[in-house]
């Protein structure tokens, strides 16, 4: 996850809106070298191993080299400071095989043009996380036509992997500080509460990694490879931590959603010292808030109901969020809450639940709003609703 879209070094087909929009240029049109031909990929070549990879220190290269013809011309984005000045084109590769499904998107500068064709190179540093096939996908680039995908299995025809061989294999755990916090008042305007997360990281004999670099925050230390700078003070929320004598570091969480996703990224030594982007990436972390919801009301539509009809709920959670999953009916069976019913929350945040009344005399019913990972399961206030007779 990409944090504000601002560096040509994130993804450009997600963030190219937003450089153009700095650069003081128009957003160009997404295109497609499948149905624009004015832009090619004519060659492409990766180094691809194997390469075997061990522990926390590891770490190997692959360069990425491929030549693209593109009649419109190449677009340079930049705003006066070197790290945003940028010509190039986006590697992305795909973990194919021997083990989970991830991405990896490596830059590749450019090193020579004539006329219309550039020649793009550039280098992935693997760390033993990396362990598996993964396979080129995607070649993404702008031009002043838009922004370019293509896919150099179907053209030029040219399929290409890098396999790693990785062992001793590092871990990452996270806890918050405090556990829970109150909701947002609204999407906007997150709680004023501070809450922090604490993450270790340990070898693969679970021993602490000490003194090792961390990037903390929404914005370089999300992307994938390292860049080759930590950005100007307009990121001021970025820092740089180091592990203590237990493999943890603790920062704040960012308490928002999207572009605010907290990254927490692990840095293998560098090739060249001091020099953060010959670091391999070894792990990431991304620490998400734990809230419950600010509200949730449960209004019966009638306090005493036939046993066998129906009972309806109506009523609203809050805040609203862009994946609230809705509510649960839950009726108190013993000492045990069980779920008998669930509904949609509307874009209102409102909600309609409805059951079948199971018994006579008084049943406590009540509605969780659940919305994982970030929201816990939050219930409303019991309502009690009597069952008559048949």
Same mark, same amino acid.
């Given at each position: 996850? /990409?944090?504000?879209?601002?560096?040509?070094?994130?993804?450009?087909?997600?963030?190219?809106?937003?450089?153009?929009?700095?650069?003081?240029?128009?957003?160009?049109?997404?295109?497609?070298?499948?149905?624009? +031909?004015?832009? %090619?990929?004519?060659? /492409?070549?990766?180094?691809?191993?194997?390469?075997?990879?061990?522990?926390?220190?590891?770490?190997?290269?692959?360069?990425?080299?491929?030549?693209?013809?593109?009649? +419109?011309?190449?677009?340079?984005?930049?705003?006066?400071?070197?790290?945003?000045?940028?010509?190039?084109?986006?590697? /992305?590769?795909?973990?194919?095989?021997?083990?989970?499904?991830?991405?990896?998107?490596?830059?590749?500068?450019?090193?020579?043009?004539?006329?219309?064709?550039?020649?793009?190179?550039? /280098?992935?540093?693997?760390?033993?996380?990396?362990?598996?096939?993964?396979?080129?996908?995607?070649?993404?680039?702008?031009?002043?036509?838009?922004?370019?995908?293509?896919?150099?299995?179907?053209?030029?025809?040219?399929?290409?992997?890098?396999?790693?061989?990785?062992?001793?294999?590092?871990?990452?755990?996270?806890?918050?500080?405090?556990?829970?916090?109150? +909701?947002?008042?609204?999407?906007?305007?997150?709680?004023?509460?501070?809450?922090?997360?604490?993450?270790?990281?340990?070898?693969? %004999?679970?021993?602490?990694?000490?003194?090792?670099?961390?990037?903390?925050?929404?914005?370089?230390?999300?992307?994938?490879?390292?860049?080759?700078?930590?950005?100007?003070?307009?990121?001021?929320?970025?820092?740089?931590?180091?592990?203590?004598?237990?493999?943890?570091?603790?920062?704040?969480?960012?308490?928002?959603?999207?572009?605010?996703?907290?990254?927490?990224?692990?840095?293998?030594?560098?090739?060249?010292?001091?020099?953060?982007?010959?670091?391999?990436?070894?792990?990431?972390?991304?620490?998400?808030?734990?809230?419950?919801?600010?509200?949730?009301?449960?209004?019966?539509?009638?306090?005493? !109901?036939?046993?066998?009809?129906? !009972?309806?709920?109506?009523?609203?959670?809050?805040?609203?969020?862009?994946?609230?999953?809705?509510?649960?009916?839950?009726?108190?069976?013993?000492?045990?809450?069980?779920?008998?019913?669930?509904?949609?929350?509307?874009?209102?945040?409102?909600?309609?639940?409805?059951?079948?009344?199971?018994?006579?005399?008084?049943?406590?019913?009540?509605?969780? +709003?659940?919305?994982?990972?970030?929201?816990?399961?939050?219930?409303?206030?019991?309502?009690?609703?009597?069952?008559?007779?048949?």
């Amino acid at each position: 996850m /990409v944090g504000r879209g601002c560096a040509m070094r994130a993804s450009i087909s997600l963030v190219a809106a937003a450089v153009l929009g700095l650069a003081g240029v128009a957003a160009l049109p997404v295109t497609s070298s499948a149905a624009d +031909a004015s832009g %090619t990929v004519v060659s /492409v070549s990766v180094d691809p191993g194997p390469f075997t990879v061990s522990g926390f220190a590891g770490q190997a290269t692959s360069r990425i080299t491929v030549v693209v013809d593109d009649p +419109a011309g190449f677009m340079a984005v930049g705003s006066g400071t070197p790290e945003w000045d940028y010509t190039g084109v986006e590697a /992305v590769l795909v973990r194919t095989s021997g083990g989970p499904s991830a991405r990896v998107a490596v830059d590749l500068s450019q090193v020579s043009l004539s006329g219309t064709t550039g020649t793009f190179s550039g /280098v992935w540093r693997i760390a033993a996380t990396r362990g598996g096939t993964w396979t080129l996908t995607d070649l993404i680039w702008l031009s002043l036509a838009g922004i370019h995908h293509q896919d150099p299995r179907v053209s030029p025809d040219a399929t290409q992997t890098v396999t790693v061989v990785a062992s001793q294999v590092p871990t990452a755990t996270w806890a918050l500080v405090p556990g829970t916090v109150p +909701a947002y008042v609204n999407r906007n305007l997150p709680t004023t509460t501070v809450q922090r997360a604490r993450v270790t990281f340990r070898t693969s %004999t679970g021993a602490p990694i000490v003194g090792a670099t961390v990037l903390w925050g929404t914005e370089y230390s999300c992307m994938d490879p390292m860049p080759p700078t930590l950005g100007g003070p307009r990121w001021s929320d970025e820092v740089k931590l180091v592990t203590d004598a237990v493999g943890q570091v603790s920062g704040k969480l960012h308490l928002d959603f999207g572009p605010g996703q907290t990254c927490v990224s692990l840095l293998g030594p560098p090739a060249t010292a001091s020099d953060l982007s010959t670091s391999a990436l070894v792990l990431r972390v991304l620490p998400y808030p734990h809230m419950y919801y600010r509200a949730v009301s449960a209004v019966p539509l009638a306090r005493s !109901v036939r046993v066998g009809r129906t !009972v309806t709920i109506v009523g609203s959670a809050s805040p609203l969020t862009d994946a609230n999953r809705g509510v649960e009916l839950q009726r108190l069976v013993g000492r045990t809450w069980r779920t008998i019913a669930t509904a949609p929350l509307r874009s209102s945040g409102r909600y309609t639940v409805s059951a079948t009344l199971p018994v006579p005399g008084p049943v406590h019913f009540r509605v969780l +709003a659940v919305d994982p990972p970030i929201f816990l399961p939050t219930p409303s206030r019991v309502v009690t609703i009597t069952g008559r007779p048949r």
